[in-house]
């Protein structure tokens, strides 16, 4: 009778420079993914911790446009970058190595490439914490972050919708099988408040809760539809620097608390 061949083991290489790696993915696109990571990093900020923000969404980088940054990343050796700061926080992307409306018509292997680029070969220094927003999906670059970055969890954004769910659920059971730590579940435009005073549940009710229950995760908590969200992505001020009072930042600041306190 023959054995079963042993699990492959992948060796881990940490990302220089930073404490602790936290991945936000969302497996499904449109979800408000990237909107949640750049609020989350400087929530944590708010918590005094010293952040970086790596956009490891290879195809469609939101980063540079979320915190009004488009700069080339300087290189004193011609190997190794330098990440840009914007508000005090160390930020690398792809989006700026290329220009805004150049398409990323890459293979496996190249994306590969660029994230180890971005992880191995970026003068990361004295961070507290990375914030990786990852692409939609479950393929290269999850991959590669699960087998060969030290990564301390993940956070995983979504919609109450059934439809994302399905693939939330393909993404957790990635993560698991990687052994990645999911830190939490966070349910994006979950509701709507109208003139009237009333939560509108536009994409459904309950569904990112349930999902996390149901798979023994942790639900970080819920992120309403709101335009002073909407308004500060587009200006490139996340809301949770630019007004750490808000009601909504004060969400985002309850859901920063908990992954803060699940690693340190």
Known sequence: MSQKPPPKHFVKTPINGTKSVVLVSSAKGGVGKSTVAVNIAFALQNLGLKIGILDADVYGPSIPKLINLNEKPKSEDGKA?????????????????????TPMIWRGPM????IKTMTQNVLWKDRDIIIVDMPPGTGDTQLTFAQQVKVDGAVIVSTPQDLALLDVKRGIQMFDKTGVKIL?????????????????????????????????????????????????ADKGEPLTLSNPDHEVSKLFMSMAEKIKQSFH
């Not at 005090?88 to 700026?96: L, P, V």
């Not at 994306?111 to 660029?114: F, N």
């Not at 435009?189 to 003139?195: L, N």
Request: negative net charge; hydrophobic residues 35%.
């Open 184 to 232: 939490g579940l966070i349910d994006n435009m979950s509701y709507f408040k109208g003139d009237d005073g009333k939560d509108y549940k536009i994409f459904g009710e309950s569904g990112v809760e349930k999902t996390a229950k149901e798979f023994t995760k942790d639900f970080l908590g819920s992120i309403p539809i709101h335009q002073d969200l909407r308004s500060s």
């Open 81 to 101: 970058m330098i990440p840009l700061e914007k508000y005090n926080a160390q930020c690398m992307s792809m989006g700026f190595l290329v220009d805004e409306q």
């Open 111 to 114: 994306v590969i490439s660029a």
